[in-house]
């Protein structure tokens, strides 16, 4: 099985920034594509950023692209959810997901259902 968990989170002002970090458990995290989400109060679920398993290849939801990087670190076992120029908007429970099934080439997993294992969360609040 796979854990993951999450750090980082915390309270920011606007404008500023914050770097999550997953670290996961296991002896495949090489094999597994990576991604993050996020949940506001009230909200669904929504997908926020991916990464293929060489960490190539990344995938953003639009409101977030330029301010935020995923990237992660094999040898560490570790995705990280760089959040630069945060907005009071971006305020919500920050989730790391694994998926471990693997899939189609090029295909980006953007789904709740592309992923395997989740970690706890981690709160991010952005204050205005």
């Known amino acids: 099985q796979v854990q993951l968990v999450e750090s980082g989170g915390g309270l920011v002002q606007a404008g500023g920034s914050l770097r999550l970090s997953c670290a996961a458990s296991?002896?495949?995290?090489?094999?597994?594509?990576m991604g993050w989400f996020r949940q506001a109060p009230g909200k669904e679920r929504e997908f926020v950023a991916t990464?293929?398993?060489?960490?190539?290849?990344?995938y953003y939801k639009d409101s977030v692209k330029g301010r935020f990087t995923i990237s992660r670190d094999n040898a560490k076992m570790t995705v990280y959810l760089q959040m630069n120029s945060l907005k009071p908007e971006d305020t919500a429970v920050y989730y790391c997901?694994?998926?471990?099934?693997?899939?189609?080439?090029?295909?980006?997993?953007?789904?709740?259902?592309?992923?395997?294992?989740w970690g706890q969360g981690t709160q991010v609040t952005v204050s205005s």
């Open positions: 997901a694994a998926n471990a099934r693997g899939g189609t080439p090029g295909y980006y997993y953007t789904s709740n259902y592309d992923y395997d294992y």
């Open positions: 296991g002896r495949t995290f090489s094999r597994y594509a």
């Open positions: 990464i293929t398993t060489s960490g190539i290849n990344t």
